[in-house]
Nanobody, 125 residues
């Protein structure tokens, strides 16, 4: 069983930066992880993902070049550095983890077995 806890959301202005963190419980950290976001009334969408050792990363076109995902296995933590934020980045951001042994990140939310509770990011214009 993996439990995920996100932190770092908040209210910022367009052009500002935020850093989201996701701390995972459990004895091992050998699985891919990802970030997704959801706006009320819309489908949850992929944002970024990382493989188990942090070497390979994946991004949605809308955030590539502005967001950076990273993974620190020593601290059981995945982070999302968000720069040059836009009002359209406003959403609840969710951390997700695959099952131990599923080493790669994925664009597909159905590939993830564990989810955090979400953290709100609001970007004002």
């Amino acid at each position: 069983q993996v439990q995920l806890v996100e932190s770092g959301g908040g209210l910022v202005q367009a052009g500002d930066s935020l850093r989201l963190s996701c701390v995972a419980s459990g004895r091992t950290f050998t699985y891919g992880m990802g970030w997704f976001r959801q706006v009320p009334g819309e489908e949850r969408e992929f944002v970024a993902a990382v493989n188990w050792n942090g070497v390979n990363t994946y991004y949605a076109d809308s955030v590539r070049g502005r967001f950076t995902v990273s993974k620190d296995n020593d601290k059981n933590t995945m982070s999302l550095q968000m720069n040059s934020l836009k009002p359209e980045d406003t959403a609840v951001y969710y951390c997700a983890a695959r099952s131990p042994g599923d080493y790669s990140g994925s664009y597909q939310q159905e590939d993830y077995d564990y989810w955090g509770q979400g953290t709100q990011v609001t970007v004002s214009s």
